[in-house]
């Protein structure tokens, strides 16, 4: 064998140690032995020998005795890296260590463990649940107007909020032991979806008493007590909760709440007994001007040493429970949020409560802040997902039909290709949608997936501004005009509020994401660092070396990944599947690859600046959350029975995740602060360039966009999930009613169309018209009785509201007269 060829064959075989994550030794072992087969094959003369054998040795011995590694390399390492390490408050390590990680670390850590998501098996409803859902939601958004709710009321009405009460709405996470509902958080995403697609305000009303609060809290952190006192009253409605921590000064950065709780000693019916005054000021609190109990986060100081620690005065952020009935609570007054949900400020001075008002008890005093961070999965991850996914559901639906029914230029809309740009986007989202809502609401009832829950709390709620803008554009005047009939200007105006709970969008996408995901997801970096902070530094470099080196093992072994992957075009890389997914799996292995390796490196270069960098940390927030919703595509798209019909929206949804990948791995490279490093990032990610995937296709695009004109499997699935009253009793239904028979009268009714606009058939107005085609033959009796069945309905259906001046001046309070609108052909005919 020539030198050349060995060189070669070395060279394969090492690259595929490190892409086959081979250890130390082996890799240190076939280093060795290449030196020596060059020797044999007189490559490497006896000189050269001695000095590679003079290098490698020491090397060699050093990498691979641990207790001489640690001595001569680890230990001034971690040395350097403690001190480094930005010290870190314990709210900070509070809101790190919170929650768990899910499937998303296995596409952070570049190798994923397919069977990991293939075994996941998504929650079925129960008995319980599915006839929860069929009936008493059922029954409740039959009751729901939401026009009269949002424009007259500016409330629900009081049979509303009893039926609410009495059927348990607000105990869906209570456990049955409680008297609660106990639901699975995919049937609490359920019921929540179901009723957004009837009334945003019933919706969130229902959500925040199932979300972060006084519920949830005392389910996981009550004292037997707290249990047995507010738990039956919370269920049976009798008690109506709000949580309190944002306020004037103190919204995204909560742990920095002014509000203050001092230990106080109070003589009460002659009984000495420790309490709590309460200073506080709190805004935007959802339910405050209803709620009869108050759940509230501030911060507890024990100046005197009352708690029994005289050298504690500072606990931290607290959580109590106490009646907004009590003293010195000033409750009731409303915010408007764009939709009449109860939201409201609350006020506190000196407001005593005794100690025992501490969810937990005295016990849990300083430990409010990761009390929140570890039930926050629950907004995160099951109701504001819920809300976007019933957004969807409802436009794609409606969205759908109308841009079937409305024609302009002798067309329906929905044919045209700018406005198909629009409905093939509605529909690759919603698939999106549901697809990550199904997954994360399964991860929910796993575990409390902290860092899954802060990416689908971004993505899906952007995702579902962008569903609604697009339907906005595609219904032009018809959802401009507010009223009974528009089925989606609430949702427009009220938008914002899902953008701006549960940790605003912006800090979410550019702080939380990847700033959370890195470190959790990550196989090395937490290790590392609890490694660096262990006050047993014997202990603590043992462990460091550990995960030193693994960390150093794993760099080299995902850049090698991305790279052979990338230059045999995905080949080598896995899928857990066969058939049209399994291109786009080994597309995203490939990406998850360079992600790992992008982030270490990104870690590596900047450290903590780049917590700071949050345009650079937010585009690798991007890659990680468009690689989880991807996968969960495929997951979702296999799940359903690989339907056909349903394979352009799968195919649209990985598309766009991908170019959202790209886009983020780019721009984060071509931003990178160091040109060179940025450029071999870009290398190693894509070695041959951006390649073919640059989104979906207008081809894609518009096999989508017809679909959502028909009726297909999917939208046959989401018409099982939304609230769909009868005919103009529900603006939806409406619409819904309207698509339908003209579906059943397609594709007669356009070929009609047709011979009128080429004057094939002649005459004034409909009738005049149907009846010339039925006699030249053109049409059949029956399809023309269909078309005339089916034009009031259609005329109906694409009608907007007014108003008299007087209920609008008095927003509702004098009753408006409705005129009914009618074809200009009708008033020809009369005249
Ligand atoms: C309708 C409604 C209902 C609510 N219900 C409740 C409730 O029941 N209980 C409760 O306690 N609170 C509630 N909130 C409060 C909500 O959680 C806060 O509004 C939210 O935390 C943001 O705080 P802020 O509005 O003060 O915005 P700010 O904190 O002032 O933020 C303004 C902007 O700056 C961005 N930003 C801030 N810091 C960073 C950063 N480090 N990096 C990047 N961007 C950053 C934010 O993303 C945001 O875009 C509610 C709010 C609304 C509007």
């Given at each position: 064998m020539?030198?050349?060829?060995?060189?070669?064959?070395?060279?394969?075989?090492?690259?595929?140690?490190v892409?086959?994550?081979?250890?130390?030794?082996?890799?240190?072992?076939?280093?060795?032995?290449?030196a020596?087969?060059?020797?044999a094959?007189?490559?490497?003369?006896?000189?050269?020998?001695?000095?590679?054998?003079?290098?490698?040795?020491?090397?060699?011995v050093?990498?691979?005795?641990?207790?001489?590694r640690?001595?001569?390399?680890?230990?001034?390492?971690?040395k350097?890296?403690?001190?480094?390490?930005p010290?870190?408050s314990?709210?900070?390590?509070?809101?790190?260590?919170?929650?768990?990680?899910?499937?998303?670390?296995?596409?952070?850590?570049g190798?994923?463990?397919?069977s990991?998501?293939?075994?996941?098996?998504?929650t079925?409803?129960?008995?319980d649940e599915k006839?929860f859902?069929?009936?008493?939601t059922?029954?409740?958004?039959?009751?729901?107007?939401?026009w009269?709710?949002?424009?007259?009321?500016?409330?629900?009405?009081q049979?509303?909020?009893?039926?609410?009460?009495k059927?348990k709405?607000?105990?869906?996470l209570?456990?049955?032991?409680h008297?609660?509902l106990?639901?699975?958080?995919?049937?609490q995403?359920?019921v929540?979806?179901?009723?957004?697609?009837?009334?945003?305000?019933a919706?969130?009303?229902?959500?925040?008493?199932?979300?972060?609060?006084?519920g949830?809290l005392?389910m996981?952190?009550g004292t037997?007590?707290?249990?047995?006192?507010?738990?039956?009253?919370?269920?049976?409605?009798?008690?109506?909760?709000?949580?309190?921590?944002t306020?004037?000064?103190?919204?995204?950065?909560?742990s920095?709440?002014p509000?203050?709780?001092?230990?106080?000693?109070?003589?009460i019916?002659?009984?000495?007994?420790?309490?709590?005054?309460?200073n506080?000021?709190?805004?935007?609190?959802?339910?405050?001007?209803?709620?009869?109990?108050?759940?509230?986060?501030?911060?507890?100081?024990?100046p005197?040493g009352?708690?029994?620690?005289?050298?504690?005065?500072?606990?931290?952020?607290?959580?109590?429970?106490?009646p907004?009935?009590t003293?010195?609570?000033?409750?009731?007054?409303?915010?408007?949020?764009g939709?009449?949900?109860?939201n409201?400020?609350?006020?506190?001075?000196?407001?005593?409560i005794?100690?025992?008002?501490?969810?937990?008890?005295?016990e849990?005093a300083?430990k409010?802040?990761?009390?929140?961070v570890?039930?926050?999965?629950?907004?995160?991850?099951?109701?504001?997902p819920?809300?976007?996914?019933a957004?969807?559901?409802?436009?794609?639906?409606?969205?759908?039909?109308y841009a079937?029914?409305?024609r302009?230029?002798k067309?329906p809309?929905?044919?045209?290709?700018?406005?198909?740009?629009?409905?093939?986007k509605?529909?690759?989202?919603?698939?999106?949608l549901?697809a990550?809502?199904?997954?994360?609401?399964?991860?929910?009832?796993?575990c409390?997936?902290?860092?899954?829950?802060a990416?689908?709390?971004?993505?899906m709620?952007?995702?579902?501004?962008?569903i609604?803008?697009?339907?906005?554009?595609?219904?032009?005047?018809?959802?401009?005009i507010?009223?009974?009939r528009n089925?989606?200007?609430?949702?427009?105006?009220?938008?914002?509020?899902?953008?701006?709970?549960?940790?605003?969008?912006?800090m979410?996408?550019?702080?939380?994401v990847?700033g959370?995901?890195?470190?959790?997801?990550?196989p090395?970096v937490l290790?590392?660092m609890?490694?660096?902070?262990?006050?047993?530094?014997?202990?603590?470099?043992?462990?460091?070396?550990?995960?030193?080196?693994?960390?150093?093992g794993?760099?080299f072994?995902?850049?090698?990944?991305?790279?052979v992957?990338?230059?045999?075009?995905n080949?080598?890389?896995?899928s857990?599947v066969?058939?049209e997914?399994?291109?786009?799996a080994k597309?995203?292995e490939?990406?998850?690859?360079?992600?790992?390796?992008?982030?270490?490196v990104?870690?590596g270069?900047?450290?903590?600046?780049?917590?700071?960098?949050?345009?650079?940390?937010s585009?690798?927030?991007?890659?990680?959350?468009?690689?989880?919703?991807?996968?969960?595509v495929i997951?979702?798209?296999e799940?359903?029975?690989?339907?056909?019909?349903?394979?352009?929206?799968?195919?649209w949804?990985?598309?766009d995740s991908?170019?959202?990948?790209?886009?983020?791995?780019v721009?984060f490279?071509?931003n990178?602060p160091?040109?060179?490093?940025?450029?071999l990032?870009?290398?190693?990610?894509f070695?041959?360039?951006?390649?073919?995937?640059?989104?979906p296709?207008?081809?894609?695009?518009?096999?989508?966009?017809?679909l959502?004109?028909?009726?297909?499997?999917?939208?046959e699935?989401?018409?099982?999930?939304v609230?769909v009253?009868?005919?103009?009793?529900?603006p939806?239904?409406?619409?819904?009613?309207?698509?339908?028979?003209?579906?059943s009268?397609?594709?007669g009714?356009?070929?009609?169309l047709?011979?009128?606009?080429?004057?094939k058939?002649?005459?004034?107005g409909?009738?005049a018209?149907?009846?010339?085609?039925?006699?030249?033959?053109?049409?059949?009796?029956?399809?023309?009785?269909?078309?005339?069945?089916?034009?009031?309905?259609?005329?109906?259906a694409?009608?907007?509201?007014?108003?008299?001046?007087?209920?609008?001046?008095?927003?509702?309070?004098?009753?408006?007269?409705?005129?009914?609108?009618?074809?200009?052909s009708?008033?020809?005919?009369?005249?």
């Amino acid at each position: 064998m020539s030198n050349v060829l060995f060189g070669l064959f070395a060279a394969v075989v090492l690259v595929g140690l490190v892409y086959s994550g081979a250890s130390l030794l082996t890799f240190t072992a076939a280093v060795g032995a290449a030196a020596l087969g060059f020797y044999a094959l007189g490559g490497l003369g006896t000189v050269g020998l001695t000095i590679f054998a003079v290098l490698y040795v020491p090397v060699a011995v050093v990498l691979n005795v641990p207790a001489l590694r640690r001595g001569v390399l680890t230990s001034p390492i971690f040395k350097a890296f403690s001190k480094a390490l930005p010290a870190m408050s314990q709210t900070e390590k509070d809101a790190l260590e919170a929650g768990d990680t899910w499937w998303e670390a296995e596409m952070f850590g570049g190798k994923p463990d397919w069977s990991k998501l293939m075994n996941v098996k998504y929650t079925e409803l129960t008995a319980d649940e599915k006839s929860f859902l069929e009936n008493e939601t059922e029954e409740l958004c039959k009751m729901l107007d939401d026009w009269k709710i949002t424009f007259e009321l500016k409330d629900l009405p009081q049979e509303v909020w009893d039926f609410m009460g009495k059927n348990k709405f607000f105990a869906m996470l209570i456990a049955k032991e409680h008297g609660g509902l106990g639901f699975s958080p995919y049937a609490q995403s359920c019921v929540v979806a179901k009723i957004a697609t009837r009334s945003l305000t019933a919706s969130v009303t229902v959500m925040v008493p199932n979300s972060l609060g006084p519920g949830e809290l005392i389910m996981h952190y009550g004292t037997q007590e707290q249990k047995d006192y507010w738990l039956p009253r919370l269920v049976d409605g009798r008690e109506i909760p709000c949580f309190g921590l944002t306020g004037p000064e103190v919204g995204s950065d909560a742990s920095a709440i002014p509000d203050t709780g001092v230990v106080v000693k109070r003589n009460i019916n002659g009984k000495e007994e420790l309490g709590i005054m309460l200073n506080f000021s709190k805004r935007y609190i959802t339910l405050a001007p209803v709620a009869t109990v108050v759940g509230l986060a501030f911060k507890l100081k024990d100046p005197q040493g009352l708690l029994g620690d005289a050298s504690k005065t500072d606990y931290g952020i607290t959580c109590a429970l106490l009646p907004a009935d009590t003293a010195g609570v000033q409750i009731g007054r409303r915010h408007f949020p764009g939709a009449v949900f109860m939201n409201g400020p609350i006020i506190g001075r000196d407001v005593y409560i005794p100690l025992s008002s501490i969810i937990g008890g005295r016990e849990m005093a300083g430990k409010g802040w990761r009390m929140l961070v570890e039930c926050l999965s629950a907004g995160r991850g099951i109701s504001l997902p819920a809300l976007s996914a019933a957004s969807g559901w409802g436009m794609y639906l409606a969205t759908g039909a109308y841009a079937r029914i409305r024609r302009q230029f002798k067309l329906p809309i929905g044919k045209f290709e700018g406005v198909q740009e629009a409905t093939g986007k509605i529909g690759g989202l919603t698939y999106k949608l549901e697809a990550s809502r199904v997954l994360t609401a399964t991860a929910c009832a796993e575990c409390a997936p902290s860092v899954v829950t802060a990416m689908m709390k971004y993505h899906m709620t952007e995702m579902m501004r962008e569903i609604i803008l697009r339907s906005m554009d595609v219904h032009g005047g018809r959802t401009v005009i507010l009223g009974p009939r528009n089925y989606l200007g609430q949702a427009y105006q009220a938008m914002p509020v899902a953008i701006t709970v549960e940790g605003a969008n912006i800090m979410t996408r550019n702080l939380i994401v990847f700033g959370q995901g890195a470190i959790r997801c990550h196989p090395w970096v937490l290790k590392e660092m609890q490694a660096a902070q262990n006050p047993n530094k014997a202990e603590g470099l043992r462990d460091f070396d550990k995960a030193f080196f693994g960390h150093l093992g794993h760099i080299f072994n995902r850049a090698m990944r991305a790279l052979v992957l990338g230059l045999t075009g995905n080949r080598l890389a896995k899928s857990p599947v066969s058939g049209e997914m399994a291109v786009y799996a080994k597309a995203l292995e490939r990406r998850s690859a360079a992600l790992a390796f992008t982030a270490d490196v990104a870690m590596g270069v900047l450290g903590g600046e780049l917590k700071r960098r949050e345009r650079l940390s937010s585009r690798l927030g991007d890659v990680l959350s468009h690689l989880y919703m991807a996968t969960a595509v495929i997951k979702y798209y296999e799940t359903n029975g690989r339907n056909k019909e349903e394979l352009a929206h799968a195919k649209w949804a990985i598309e766009d995740s991908i170019a959202e990948i790209d886009k983020a791995f780019v721009e984060f490279n071509r931003n990178f602060p160091v040109k060179a490093i940025g450029g071999l990032l870009n290398f190693v990610a894509f070695p041959f360039g951006m390649g073919k995937t640059r989104g979906p296709s207008d081809t894609l695009n518009a096999q989508v966009a017809d679909l959502m004109m028909e009726r297909n499997v999917f939208a046959e699935r989401l018409l099982d999930k939304v609230f769909v009253g009868e005919g103009s009793s529900d603006p939806t239904g409406r619409i819904l009613e309207a698509a339908d028979k003209l579906l059943s009268i397609e594709p007669g009714y356009s070929n009609f169309l047709k011979a009128v606009s080429s004057g094939k058939v002649v005459g004034e107005g409909l009738e005049a018209q149907l009846k010339d085609a039925v006699a030249k033959k053109l049409i059949s009796a029956e399809l023309a009785q269909g078309i005339r069945e089916y034009e009031p309905i259609r005329f109906d259906a694409i009608l907007t509201d007014d108003f008299s001046k007087d209920y609008l001046r008095t927003n509702g309070q004098i009753p408006d007269e409705i005129i009914e609108a009618k074809p200009v052909s009708e008033y020809k005919e009369a005249a």
